[in-house]
């Protein structure tokens, strides 16, 4: 059954009627509700792999994500959204992958940002423990985000080599550094250190929380992502598979976000 189920997804519902639900979908949308920082848990595409290319290198589950991704860019712009954060490789991933696994996600992974990065639109900032990459390719990663420094639009983030306790991690480093070039001791910081304070030390320190967090593949966990900025977003899970999730898909995430009563921990 599952089979035929994706089987029937994938030709159902023909294009022309795929593209009047997605407009009636965006009509329905409240703008003045939508999120300003769209998240995503972009999971489940070695699944997609092995179910859609049995045989072949998980290297075509990567790139089918990948340019998923570069669509799900694009719907976030048209949607006016200000801020998206993609996630496309965790610290514990880099752990357990061998170095063969690796070299394919990563090639993937660069040529992702730069593809974004070559299209000039929206600035482009790879987050996330970049010291623990391949030097060449954390370079290579910093360099087509430099070459979007200044321009406009939409910010987006490539969260690559990116988890939660490393990002606290890094964030309590960088703190207690700057404090210490103020001449402060470890007994001032202690007493003195605020919540704000700590917030400007993140990989996303200066933009706006996550609004909404999707995550696909079925799974309803965080795993640690973007831990002390999630405090008060909103949770939206997809059973797609992430190469297999669609334009509908997104417009229904936004639709649910709109019609929540946001409480921000009330």
Request: aromatic share 8%; proline share 5%.
């Amino acid at each position: 059954m599952p089979a035929l189920r994706r089987i029937v997804d994938r030709f159902w519902p023909p294009e022309w009627l795929y593209t009047t639900y997605v407009s009636q979908l965006r009509g329905q949308l409240d703008t003045d509700r939508l999120p300003q920082h769209v998240a995503v848990l972009a999971d489940g595409n070695r699944r997609w792999a092995r179910l859609n290319a049995p045989g072949k290198p998980l290297a075509v589950g990567y790139q089918a994500g990948a340019d998923k991704l570069v669509e799900f860019v694009e719907w976030c712009d048209e949607a006016g959204i200000a801020v998206v954060t993609l996630w496309v490789l965790s610290t514990d991933n880099l752990d357990r992958a061998d170095a063969e696994e690796l070299k394919p996600l990563l090639r993937v992974i660069q040529e992702l940002v730069s593809t974004l990065a070559a299209t000039r639109r929206w600035p482009v900032q790879a987050v996330g423990a970049l010291d623990l990459l391949p030097p060449e390719c954390s370079a290579t990663l910093m360099e087509h985000a430099q070459s979007t420094e200044g321009l406009s639009g939409m910010h987006v983030n490539v969260a690559v080599s990116y988890g939660g306790r490393h990002e606290m991690r890094d964030a309590v480093r960088s703190l207690l550094a700057s404090r210490a070039d103020q001449g402060a001791t470890l007994e001032d910081v202690a007493n003195t250190v605020e919540v704000e304070e700590i917030a400007e030390h993140l990989y996303t320190k200066g933009q706006p929380d996550p609004d909404l967090i999707i995550r696909t593949s079925g799974e309803q966990r965080l795993s640690g992502f973007l831990m002390w900025q999630s405090a008060h977003s909103e949770f939206y899970f997809c059973e797609a598979l992430w190469p297999d999730f669609r334009k509908v898909d997104f417009m229904r995430a936004l639709r649910d976000y709109s019609q929540r009563e946001r409480r921000f921990g009330h």
